[in-house]
């Protein structure tokens, strides 16, 4: 992560929600909430993470309760001081940031144990001259316990100057800049920092022209060809909104520009040395390739070929066909998925299994087809279900209740 943008929840709404489109190149956000306006927040929390990552900082005097509440909502992690650190010990570390001003690096290798992260505010005094070098060495030594790297943020409360940044990520410690500092349109508002130079101030190539491997991926994550990026393609994506790479013969290329295969621009970040920027694209069109198949290494597979036949059987399947009686007639998909999945339930060896699941895929995602829900969006609910930190009891709903101890089922269990 090279940069993290604040967000002020109360400009969700308008010219606010303009800005949160291009904030979420980045992936995460930070923003904070307050108790006088919990029940509203929390909302705005739910919402905004079905499409981005958020950090929210509660350390406005926030109940424990309503920390818990925060998490289950969908937030990556919850900014808190020391002494609700101390009463969330039994939450992964992974979702706590310490939200400090210390300059004692004992203290903060032993409140490791409890934070994931750490966030520091950037202040008119100095912190002593090898403090972030030495606290970055420090929270850097060990991963999280579920994986993954330990952060070091830095919020600044003014706008930062480049040499400040350039300087802080050298002992990778990222920024905290809230988004009225930062801008995709550089010439539109040149005193404001672009997002661009903020997500390229940790790239890193070793070509001789300069270029920056690209790996451009869809929203399932599948790759879908290899690309070069410079800085200059890097800010004209962000601007447009859409896949912008740099050709190494003809200069700035807009995808989809003459094939009309254009790509919309999700995310933007560069993997964990910092070598090569991932493009996570929405690609429209018949795929990425010139040769006319999702990706440069051959046709979709899977699911999301499943995915991509339904959609497009949706609009052109010829009339009376079977996939056409069903997006029409929804008693007979009901009833489909119904019995596939009686049938799942009741396959006993491996292949049975794999054949009734195969099944009650295909109904399934018809389904979500015909209600313009995509696999990505089924994805992004299971993230966010995972996020959950409160368990819940997973009883059978009574009308099930009879019908699974017809089976000799068990009706009772425990879910997280």
Known sequence: MAVLPFFDLSKFEGDGIKTLKWLQYVGCLETRVFPEHFEKSLEKVKKISESVDLIVDITTGLSIEECIKILNAGALAILVNEEV??????????????????????????????????????????????????????????????????????????????????????????????????????????????????????????????????????????????????????????????????????GLWYKGATSGAVQKLLRIDLDCDGDCLRFVVHQTGKGFCHLDTLHCFGHASGLPQLESVLTDRKENAPEGSYTARLFSDPKLLRAKIMEEAEELCDAKTKDEVTWEMADLLYFTITRCVGSGVTLEDISRHLDLKHRKVTRRKGDAKKAWEEKLKDKGGVANSESS
């Open 85 to 250: 650190l101390q009463e969330l010990s039994d939450i992964s570390p992974s979702r706590l940031i310490l939200k400090t001003n210390t300059t004692d690096i004992k203290k903060v290798e032993e409140l490791c144990k409890f934070a994931g992260s750490f966030q520091w505010i950037a202040r008119t005094q100095d912190y002593p001259p090898d403090f972030f070098e030495k606290a970055s060495k420090l929270i850097h030594k060990s991963v999280l316990p579920a994986g993954g790297n330990r952060m070091l943020y830095l919020e600044f409360p003014v706008k930062p100057s480049v040499d400040t940044l350039a300087s802080i990520s050298l002992h990778s410690v990222v920024p905290v800049v809230t988004s009225e500092f930062l801008t995709v349109n550089k010439d539109a508002e040149p005193e404001k920092l672009h997002l661009s130079d903020m997500v390229m101030i940790d790239a890193k190539t070793d070509r001789k022209d300069g270029l920056y491997s690209t790996l451009v991926v869809n929203e399932l994550g599948v790759a879908l060809g290899l690309v070069y990026s410079s800085k200059e393609s890097v800010a004209e994506s962000m601007k447009t909104g859409t896949g912008v790479y740099q050709s190494r013969k003809r």
